[in-house]
């Protein structure tokens, strides 16, 4: 199986900065802005971009981002704002909670798209109508980041698949921040997904599914697949949550957990599996949730010490304790990025002991 280095295949920068006044918004409020467009990943019919707008201007209570793209790219997918797409003209406006920008405050976005024979960046942004004016200074690589020499003890890295829904996937920067922890000549983050734009390089690939229910998974037979892929060495498992809001019982999302461990380990008899116990659940829509991620939380030591082997142990990682929804997410559900920054550090630890 060839296996692949980097998901990061280009990392395109356009930086517009605005030193002077564009324009005024009213009588007494001056406008201008300087807007970060990075292409952080890409590979065929696809990439994943994220952007930072900065407001020069006067304080505003709201904003919105209108651009073009050059090549007719379609964005797919949108987090931390509110994205409309007519032909190739893109608005995106501020979410609910990200919508107040002090002066020289920032405000950041990402997004998956497609593209068809080339990707070029936009070249031109307005805020709040505010038409944004300066050059453009795109960087475009030749070829592939190199990949780091294997380290010198094995010689080969460690493969790491991280495993779960959205929380994981979309764009489950906490991944990102965890592999900069790491050593990058020993670890390989691995899947069948191309990793999402989180602000800076680094090796994305996973298998974090949005939406998916871990007894769908099971049930459906889906792992094989990936495992067929990634081959990992580590799967860091974060799953569960759809099947909670779904109000699935928790010995039933155990039984999907036994189905997959089986599953990994009769593609890697030697398998290290990292469960956790996952963050809480909060959306407004559903009061009972908290209570039930309660239940299977509490149920996962006894399940994963009556699972592990000395040759494929199971190793669990509270991410539930200290995790607070009303600071840590955007929407009761997925994680901000301060609770991506609590998430990572929490399974470090125990891919850290994985690599020894």
């Known amino acids: 199986m060839q296996r692949r280095k980097w998901s990061v295949l280009g990392i395109v920068t356009a930086l517009l900065s605005f030193g002077t006044v564009a324009a005024a918004t009213s009588a007494n409020a001056a406008a201008g802005c300087s807007v970060k467009y990075t292409v952080s990943s890409q590979w065929t019919g696809g990439f994943g971009a994220a952007v930072d707008v900065t407001n020069l201007g006067d304080p505003l ?11 007719g790219q379609t964005i797919t997918q949108l987090w931390n704002g509110a994205v409309t797409q007519s032909g190739s003209a893109v608005t995106v406006r501020n979410a609910a909670w990200n919508g107040s920008l002090a002066t020289n405050g920032t ?5 998956n798209g497609s593209w068809t ?3 070029p960046v936009p070249t031109a942004f307005t805020l709040n109508g505010v038409t944004c004016t300066g050059g453009v200074v795109p960087t475009t690589p030749t070829s592939e980041p190199p990949s780091p020499s294997p380290s010198t003890g094995t010689g080969a890295k460690t493969r790491i698949m991280a495993l779960g829904d959205s929380i994981t996937g979309s764009p489950g920067c906490w991944r990102a921040l965890l592999w ?8 390989d983050f691995v899947g069948t997904l191309p990793g999402d734009g989180c602000g800076f390089p680094y090796d994305g690939e996973h298998d974090g599914h949005g939406g998916y229910l871990v007894t769908n998974v099971a049930g459906q037979n889906l792992l094989p697949a990936w495992l067929a892929t990634a081959d990992p060495d580590v799967v860091l498992m ?13 010995g039933t999302i155990l039984n999907a957990y036994t ?3 089986g599953q990994m380990r009769a593609a890697n008899p030697r398998v290290h599996v990292v469960v956790a116990q996952i963050i ?4 407004p829509t559903c009061t009972d949730c908290g209570q039930r991620v309660v239940a299977l939380n509490a149920a996962i030591p006894a399940w994963a010490a009556s699972l592990s082997t000395a040759a494929s142990p199971v190793t669990v990682v509270d991410q539930w304790t200290g995790f607070n929804t009303t600071t840590d997410t955007y929407d009761g559900v997925h994680p901000n990025d301060a609770g991506n920054a609590k998430i ?8 850290q002991a994985a690599l020894d």
């Open 61 to 71: 209570p709201g904003w919105s981002l209108v651009f073009t793209f050059p090549a």
């Open 107 to 111: 405000a950041s976005f990402g997004f």
């Open 117 to 119: 024979g080339s990707n």
């Open 180 to 187: 900069r922890q790491l050593p990058a000549t020993e670890v």
């Open 238 to 250: 974060h799953f569960g949550t759809n099947d909670a809001w779904s109000n699935i019982p928790a």
């Open 259 to 261: 189905t997959l461990v």
């Open 280 to 283: 809480p659940l909060n959306p």
């Open 344 to 351: 990572a550090a929490r399974w470090l630890p125990a891919v």
